[in-house]
C-alpha cells in the first residue's frame, strides 16, 4: 500500500526524511511585532531569533488551517497519517481532526488518521519514523494504528531552556505550580506528560548542571532505552547538543540517536540554547 506522512512544522525533519517523497510538511505561523513569519523551509533562524531579542512583546504563534490540511491529504496514497504537535499545546490537531472529517465526506475510499502526539518538536519526529517502520514492514492500516498509539503512550518528552517566559506568556504552562528565581540562575528541568500537557522534573544550578539532570532523568524514565531511539533538538546550540548526546551514548548506548536544529515553533518556544529531547 502507498502511504504519506504529515507532520506539522514543529516536528524537525531529518535532512533525509525532507528528501524522502512520503513525507510533507504542513506549516505553522509566527508573528513577531509587525513581522510574520511562516514556519517553512524559507524560515531563517538566526533573523528570528535577533527580531525575537529585539521586541519588547512576546512572539505569537498560529496553527495551519484546516483547508491547509486538506490540500495535504490529497494525492494518490491510500495510507494517510498526520503527525501533530500536542492537542495541549496547540489547535494544529484539532485542524487536522476537522480536515479529516470534512476531507472523508467525498472521499471515504482514504484511510487517514490523525496522531496527536502528546510532544511537540523531536516527539512528533520519532512518531513519523516509527509510522515510517511499520509501513515498510508491511503492516495493514490498523496494525500501524495500534502500534504507533502504543509507542505515543511509552514515549518520554524532555527539556531545559535558558527561559521558560514565552511558554509561560502563551499560557503553556498551565498546572506547573512555581517557577524558580531567574537570578539565581536556576534552571527547571521539564517535560510533557502523557497527556501532552508540560510539568517541571526537577531544577539545578545553571543550564550544564540541569541537563545532567535531565539526562539522569532520561534514563530513570526510560527502562528500555538500549533498544529505542533519541531525538535531540537544539535552538541554535550545536556544541551543547553534541556534549549532551555524547553523555546519553556514554551512560545508555540506545539504539540510535539524531540531532536537529528547531524549526520556527521549536525555536520560538525553545528560545536561544534551549535543548529538546523525545525518547
Known sequence: MSYKIIVDSCGELPENLKKDPHFETVSLSMDVDEYHIVDDETFDQADFLKKVAASPNCPKSSCPSPKRYVEAFEGEAEHVYAVTLSAELSGSHNSAVLAKKLYKEEHDDKKIWIFNSRSASVGETLTAMKIQQCEEEGMPFEKVVKTVEA????MNTFFVLESLETLRKNGRLTGVKALV??????????GATNEGTIYQLGQ?????????????????KTPDIKNRVLGIAHCNCPERALEVKKEIIARYMPKGIFVVDTAGISSMYANDGGIIIAV
Not at 528565581?181 to 534552571?187: D, P, R, V
Open 151 to 154: 509507542y505515543l503512550d511509552s
Open 204 to 220: 539545578a544550578r545553571g543550564v550544564r548542571k540541569a541537563l545532567m539532570k535531565m539526562i539522569e532523568q532520561i534514563g530513570e
Open 181 to 190: 528565581a531567574s537570578a539565581l540562575n536556576i534552571k527547571p528541568v521539564m
